[in-house]
């Protein structure tokens, strides 16, 4: 029988659980059940204490009694055994210590491969960082540049401005004190730098009004100002480069008069006065109205900025009631005179129809046209002339 076989028979013998045992040898049941499995051995301290709990000899358990010679023999075949396992136990360490090694010289070289991959994206990382400073100093330097020709330009009398213009973003507004419109001032550069910005400087009377400017697309750069009828603006842009530098430029005067901001009808066409007139004929107990001149013209000067939606003629003999009949007019093109700010054209119509009829029942009151100008926001001015008795 093996030693793990006669210590569980003594035990079982002896009536003790191998928890008791266990205990009064001072171990744990856990190793107290590896030796009687014989997976592992007991030390000679424990085997000896085993002996004496259970009341045999060591040479009972290691079941050599029957054979044996002395006992001392027996105790070297123990210390042998014993050595044999310190022995193999030993070999195990030295086992898990190289493989300890091994896993730590594999945690080494990862942790290097990963070193030098850290290390490349470092030096990648600088290297790019390396070429936008040296894209930035470039694109500086080039802004500079430009804005340095922006100001030599300046300085020599050339313009930095491609275009300008003003433009009402509302109808004209009229209250107790002024008649005002708020507009737009939009400049176009003659050549736009990335970070380029601008202010417009306006002068009036004794005050100066600086207004940051949006950037919108096309590279025009707009402002929103208010313009009070019979004020005199001065405008100047001053431009801003990305690295500080800065040029202005004066853009012009604007005189913002009634006729910056409302048409100006003339009655025919300019130097060719048409002869609006009338009849006054009897038919029995009944007066009727006849033109002497079917044909109207009338010529209209705007600014620029606006634009014209309908022109309507009326003829009347009073200012309540229905007119007695109306004409709508058309225009020719539109033309300026030299003076940029101000458009020009020519609107005519017609009450002469073909199927009549072409004379209107009169009462009393002075005839007259009146004709009604209207605009794309809607807004309407009227305009009358009194026609003369043939």
């Not at 990963?114 to 600088?126: E, F, G, H, I, V």
């Not at 100093?137 to 313009?159: C, I, N």
């Not at 054209?345 to 009604?372: E, H, S």
Request: aromatic content about 8%; hydrophobic content about 40%.
């Amino acid at each position: 029988m093996t030693l793990g076989q006669n210590l569980q028979a003594a035990r079982k013998a002896k009536g003790l659980s191998q928890e008791t045992l266990a205990e009064q040898i001072g171990v744990s049941r856990q190793a107290l059940g590896k030796w009687e499995k014989d997976i592992a051995l007991p030390g000679l301290d424990n085997l000896q204490a085993a002996a004496q709990v259970l009341g045999v000899s060591v040479d009972t358990l290691l079941g050599t009694e029957a054979a044996g010679p002395a006992p001392a023999v027996t105790l070297d075949a123990m210390r042998d055994l014993l050595a044999a396992r310190d022995a193999e136990q030993r070999q195990h360490r030295r086992l898990w210590g190289l493989l300890g090694a091994a896993a730590a010289v594999v945690v080494v070289l990862l942790l290097v491969v990963q070193n030098l991959a850290y290390q490349r994206k470092m030096q990648s990382l600088t290297d790019s960082y390396a070429m936008l400073q040296s894209q930035l100093s470039s694109t500086t330097a080039d802004l500079s540049t430009r804005m340095d020709e922006l100001q030599d330009a300046v300085r020599q009398g050339k313009s930095t401005v491609l275009e300008w213009r003003w433009v009402p973003v509302d109808k004209l507004h009229r209250d107790v004190q002024s008649s005002w419109m708020p507009v737009l001032v939009q400049v176009t550069p003659s050549e736009s730098t990335t970070g380029m910005t601008a202010r417009l400087s306006v002068t009036y009377g004794d005050t100066t009004e600086l207004h940051n400017m949006d950037v919108l697309a096309g590279d025009i750069y707009q402002a929103q100002l208010v313009f009070t009828v019979g004020q005199t603006y001065d405008l100047t842009i001053q431009w801003t480069a990305a690295d500080g530098a800065v040029a202005n430029e004066k853009l012009g005067t604007v005189d913002f008069t009634a006729t910056q901001t409302e048409p100006e009808l003339a009655w025919g066409r300019i130097g060719n006065t048409l002869d609006y007139g009338y009849y006054i004929n009897r038919s029995g107990n009944k007066k009727y109205l006849e033109l002497s001149c079917y044909p109207v013209e009338v010529e209209l000067t705007v600014p620029n900025w606006m634009k014209i939606a309908d022109v309507t003629l009326e003829l009347r003999t009073g200012e309540e009631g229905e007119p007695l009949a109306t004409a709508q007019l058309a225009a020719d093109d539109w033309y300026s005179s030299g003076e940029e700010t101000m458009m020009h054209a020519v609107w005519n119509g017609t009450f002469y129809k073909d199927d009549g009829p072409n004379k209107w029942l009169y009462a009393d009151g002075q005839p007259f046209y009146r004709a009604i100008v209207t605009d794309a926001t809607s807004t309407t001015w009227t305009f009358e002339v009194p026609l003369q008795k043939k």
